[in-house]
């Protein structure tokens, strides 16, 4: 297939597009960027210009494919829901031009609308539409290209990582650096899923090769890692003090971080594993996070 795949310079879509190109498919990734751009053709891919800002141009750039991924997302958590909404604008627009068409349209979301409450584990065949998290606006878009006739395929993350980035816990770790401690909250029992990228990306191929409409999938290795088990690794890393916090202090430390640092979402890939044949070997989180090098940051 010729697959258009946004993202594709970003920390997925780097290990995305050799997964790709490996199974016999031509990615079109797109880049903001000359220097994305150059990046795109020396993985072997053919790049086009394009930017979130602009999903009608990107639109223009899925019509001629055979697939589309989209994974990229602005991770700006100052402005997390707006940039949700523009994430629905773009899924709204892409899904637009693959109508009726029945080319897979593999849509990217997080694991936790898949728990009904919270604390519960995640499952797939849940979408619940009144958790906190604003990136529902993507789920939401991608029902709505469902309801038109697109084939729309959802791929929902964990704390995706490897020894350079860890999902959340990247921008956790420069938190911690700039507030001079790392900080869990009350007994940090809350857990967060993980996978390793490589068998993300993985994960990925086989949806847009195997996935039905409206199927969602996750993309969990480990279904619950401790916010205290992460700190404590982060402070050894960083040579910093770890502390608890109470409720009242997770405003002043976190800032716009705040809204994730007592989630609880464990989360389950069974389904996901039996209908794909998908089985993940990769590194654990604690153990790219003891492998990372700190002094680089």
């Known amino acids: 297939m010729r697959i258009f795949l946004t993202g594709a310079t970003g920390f997925i879509g780097t290990h995305l597009i050799p997964e790709l190109l490996g199974a016999g498919h031509r990615v079109v990734g797109v880049s903001r960027s000359d220097a994305g751009m150059q990046t795109l053709r020396s993985l072997g891919a053919e790049p086009f210009r394009g930017v979130l800002e602009e999903p009608?141009?990107?639109?223009?750039?899925?019509?001629?494919?055979?697939a589309v991924i989209h994974c990229a997302f602005d991770h700006e958590?100052?402005?997390f829901v707006a940039?949700?909404?523009?994430?629905?604008?773009?899924?709204t627009a892409l899904g637009d031009?693959?109508?009726?068409?029945?080319?897979?349209?593999?849509?990217?979301?997080g694991t936790g609308l898949g728990a009904a409450h919270p604390g519960e584990r995640a499952v797939e065949g849940v979408t619940n539409y009144d958790h906190p998290n604003p990136r529902i606006a993507s789920e939401q878009a991608g029902d709505a290209a469902l309801e038109k006739g697109v084939k729309v395929i959802v791929m929902?993350?964990?704390?995706?990582?490897?020894?350079?980035?860890?999902?959340?816990?990247?921008?956790?770790?420069?938190?911690?650096?700039a507030q001079g401690r790392v900080a869990y909250v009350g007994e940090g029992a809350n857990r967060w899923p993980a996978a390793h990228v490589v068998d993300v990306a993985r994960l990925y191929r086989l949806a847009v090769e195997q996935g039905r409409a409206g199927e969602r999938f996750h993309a969990v290795d480990e279904e619950g890692v401790t916010a205290k088990?992460?700190?404590?690794?982060?402070?050894?890393?960083?040579?910093l003090p770890v502390v608890s916090l109470a409720?009242?202090?997770?405003?002043?430390?976190?800032?716009?971080?705040?809204?994730?640092a007592a989630l609880d979402m464990p989360a389950s890939s069974a389904w996901t594993r039996e209908r794909l044949g998908w089985s993940p070997s990769g590194p654990s989180l604690i153990s790219d996070l003891k492998a990372m090098d700190y002094s680089a940051l």
């Not at 009608?56 to 055979?66: C, V």
């Not at 031009?97 to 979301?109: E, M, N, W, Y």
């Not at 993350?157 to 650096?177: A, T, Y």
């Not at 409720?247 to 994730?260: N, Q, S, T």
């Open 56 to 66: 009608e141009a990107l639109a223009g750039g899925a019509r001629d494919a055979d």
């Open 77 to 79: 958590f100052s402005n």
């Open 83 to 91: 940039n949700c909404e523009k994430d629905r604008r773009v899924i």
């Open 97 to 109: 031009v693959l109508a009726g068409t029945d080319k897979p349209f593999v849509i990217t979301s």
């Open 156 to 177: 929902r993350l964990p704390q995706v990582h490897d020894p350079l980035k860890q999902g959340l816990v990247s921008p956790m770790i420069l938190l911690s650096k």
């Open 229 to 239: 088990a992460i700190a404590e690794t982060l402070g050894e890393g960083l040579g």
């Open 247 to 260: 409720p009242d202090e997770v405003g002043a430390h976190f800032g716009p971080f705040a809204m994730f």
